[in-house]
């Protein structure tokens, strides 16, 4: 408890929150105070995966030999990285393991099937529970997948809790592997869903290409020539027109899936440029689609970095006014992590914290495991 300015006690609820996504690019750590209705950052930290790891993970989306086994090994290494991400958090903050509620651990995907009934998510919760001293809620998107649900997205709750405007329509893009929007019409139910590859296809190329992990800025993408022909066939994909709910994942989106689109005599420059406008414009689609007369775009996630990226959706949604999330007062690079330690609070409320609207599911349900401290 804390007193506040007027004198008022303060409830203060800290949670912490770890989100490794689908870009492989490493681990986003939070620790949140959740006492208010508006979370309080209180710490963040961010911790790169080596290359011989996100290797690893990568190989675990394929079928291979002794998988399981491999997938249980590189669970373990990845729960020993996620208590190393909530140490600095600690130290930084003064805040002992005792006083955190609950790390909310989204885990590392390398299966998202829902038309199969599962989705999966690696990074042993109970070896964090047993390294930290914390309680670790994790498993989120398998309780609305039982419930007949895509279990994904689940941020636009949070985004509708945080980000909403009782005038203004807002949509908020989250632009990580994978692109997902939350549509938060004035007084209307708030919808989303994935609109596709996000920044995982660019990542994927211009490592094969230039052996870069990404594209800073979209500066290469910059220097070549959208393929006409390969955005349209790209497009194409059924993905892109079927009706939400929807979710995706590196089970559709891969480089298989790139080179199938591929003649082979494309300029690598050309091909990384058509992979942005791909991006842009299957957001842009979406937005014109399901978010009629949206005035703001916010934007969330490593590809809110994306300078080429920013341009080119100002340029296909012209009546948005886009900026990243931070002008709302919640970084864009953390946004997804505290959206985590959010729903581990919901799950130790006992409060359902899926959107049936968006992720398809019959009900509302509390999501997520529990592995007591
Ligand atoms: N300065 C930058 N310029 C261009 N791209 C960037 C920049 N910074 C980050 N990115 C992109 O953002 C990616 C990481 O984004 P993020 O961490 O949001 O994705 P994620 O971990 O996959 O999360 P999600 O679960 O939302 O998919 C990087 O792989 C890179 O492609
Ligand atoms: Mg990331």
Not at 6 to 19: C, D, H, L, R, T
Request: hydrophobic content about 45%.
């Amino acid at each position: 408890m804390a007193r506040g300015g007027n004198g008022n006690v303060k409830k203060s609820e800290i949670y912490a929150g770890i989100m490794s996504g689908t870009s492989l690019d490493g681990i986003d750590a939070v620790l949140v105070d959740l006492g208010q209705p508006q979370p309080r950052l209180l710490a963040q930290h961010y911790l790169p995966f080596d290359d011989s790891l996100k290797a690893a993970v990568l190989a675990l989306h394929l079928p291979a030999h002794n998988e399981l086994h491999h997938a249980q090994i590189i669970g373990n290494r990845l729960a020993q990285l996620y208590a190393q991400s909530i140490a600095p958090l600690l130290s930084a903050t003064g805040i002992a393991a005792a006083q955190v509620k609950a790390i909310g651990c989204h885990g590392q995907t390398i299966r998202h099937c829902p038309e199969h009934g599962y989705t999966l998510q690696i990074g042993n919760a109970a070896l964090l529970a047993e390294l930290t001293g914390i309680s670790v809620v994790n498993d989120f998107r398998s309780r609305d997948i039982a419930a007949g649900g895509q279990g994904a997205p689940l941020v636009p709750a949070f985004h509708d809790m945080t980000l909403r405007h009782p005038d203004i329509h807002r949509v908020i893009v989250n632009i990580g592997g994978i692109s997902n929007l939350t549509n938060l019409p004035p007084h209307v139910g708030t919808a989303g869903f994935d609109c596709g590859p996000g920044n995982m296809l660019m990542d994927a190329w211009i490592a094969q290409h230039r052996g870069e992990a990404y594209d800073k800025n979209g500066a290469w993408a910059s220097g070549g020539k959208v393929i006409s022909a390969l955005l349209q066939t790209m497009l194409a994909e059924p993905f892109f027109a079927a009706a939400p709910p929807k979710s995706c994942g590196r089970d559709l989106f891969n480089t298989g899936w790139m080179k199938q689109h591929l003649r082979g005599n494309e300029a690598p420059a050309d091909v990384q440029a058509t992979l942005l406008a791909l991006t842009c414009h299957s957001i842009a689609n979406a937005v014109q689609h399901y978010c009629r007369g949206a005035g703001e775009i916010y934007l969330c996630g490593g590809g809110a970095h994306n300078g080429a990226l920013l341009e080119m959706l100002r340029h296909l949604l012209p009546d948005c006014r886009i900026q990243p999330t931070d002008a709302l007062g919640i970084g864009a690079d953390w946004i997804e992590a505290i959206a985590f330690a959010w729903l581990a609070q919901q799950t130790l409320h006992g409060q359902p914290a899926n959107l049936p609207a968006v992720t398809g599911a019959r009900h509302p349900c509390v999501l997520g495991a529990i592995y007591p401290a």
